[in-house]
């Protein structure tokens, strides 16, 4: 009797040991009307909400239109600036009519200064015209399954027949940054173009101030859309990407995505050696295995 006493007491002393391995973690608040997080590697979705819904996207759009640009031309290529782009309203890189200016560069100013008019230019440049770009853009999302997607335009304004998903944005971005120049592109906090004597420094402030493991996004803004985000972070040789739509509270949300997201693999990789993961039930699992260990019957 005495010995299942001392036994019952190691079990629970290995219990309190492992309690903060054990905490099951509550799902993370966030502001977002639709928001998701994924492991970029796996593709696995470790938190959602409304993430399939079809919503106005913003800005966020120039993450397609800049890896239909990688894929399709040499980054070196000149290209003369359409006096449609410099009309275009909203957010700009300040080009010129006529100008000629690298595509590379053009894609730099559309990721961190999310240029409207860059957009243009590239979609002109590439598509042969905005309408033939657009085409590539939807082509691109259907061939990538992103069933709750339609492109009207390349930077993102808005349209009734222009939106997207969480879920469908997320996985564009796995896919985008599968590409090299892409993942240098969306992970510069700044740039400076051969045609310019200043700096363009990322809009994405993740990146820039507030969280060191941040090394990718894009950023989106119109009224009627709200704050829409995508970024990207890596901890661990990890890298998680969480994407928020019409979200007042985007930076904390982002963070505090990141910070649950990795506590929970984290947390699941110190277990895994043990506990099938399947279960699920972590507490009682090594409580089992404890007891079997001691045993105590």
């Known amino acids: 009797m005495l010995n299942k006493i001392f036994r019952l007491c190691l079990v629970i002393i290995f219990c309190f040991y492992f309690q903060p391995i054990l905490t099951v973690q509550a799902n993370p608040s966030v502001s977002a009307d639709q928001a998701i997080l994924i492991n970029q590697e796996t593709g696995e979705i470790l938190f959602e909400k409304n993430a399939n819904q079809q919503q106005l996207i913003a800005s966020i759009t120039k993450i397609m239109t800049a890896i239909i640009a990688i894929e399709s031309t040499s980054l070196s290529e000149m290209v003369k600036v359409p006096q449609q782009a410099t009309l275009t309203e909203g957010s700009s890189i300040y080009l010129e009519a006529g100008e000629q200016i690298p595509l590379e560069d053009l894609i730099y100013g559309l990721m961190l200064r999310s240029g409207n008019d860059a ?11 905005v309408e033939g770009f657009v ?3 939807n082509e691109k999302a259907k061939w990538l399954g992103m069933d709750n997607t339609h492109f009207d335009n390349p930077h993102g304004l808005d349209s009734e027949t222009h939106y997207s998903s969480a879920k469908d944005m997320a996985n564009l971005m796995r896919y985008a940054m599968l590409d090299k120049q892409f993942r240098k592109i969306t992970g510069a906090k700044s740039y400076r173009s051969s045609t310019r004597t200043y700096d363009w420094v990322n809009k994405n402030k993740l990146l820039t101030s507030y969280y060191e493991d941040a090394i990718g996004g894009k950023t989106g803004y119109t009224r009627a859309a709200g704050r829409t985000f995508v ?14 739509i019409n979200d007042p509270n985007d930076w904390q949300d982002h963070m505090s995505l990141y910070n649950w997201g990795f506590d929970k693999l984290n947390q699941q990789e110190t277990l895994s050696p043990l506990i099938d993961n399947s279960e699920g039930d972590y507490f009682n699992q090594v409580l089992d295995i404890l007891t079997s260990l001691v045993g105590l019957s």
Do not use: K, N, P, Y
């Open 135 to 137: 085409f590539l853009m």
């Open 231 to 244: 970024s990207v972070a890596e901890r661990d040789g990890i890298q998680l990407i969480a994407v928020t």
């Open 119 to 129: 957009a243009m230019s590239i979609a002109e440049h590439v598509g042969e015209s």
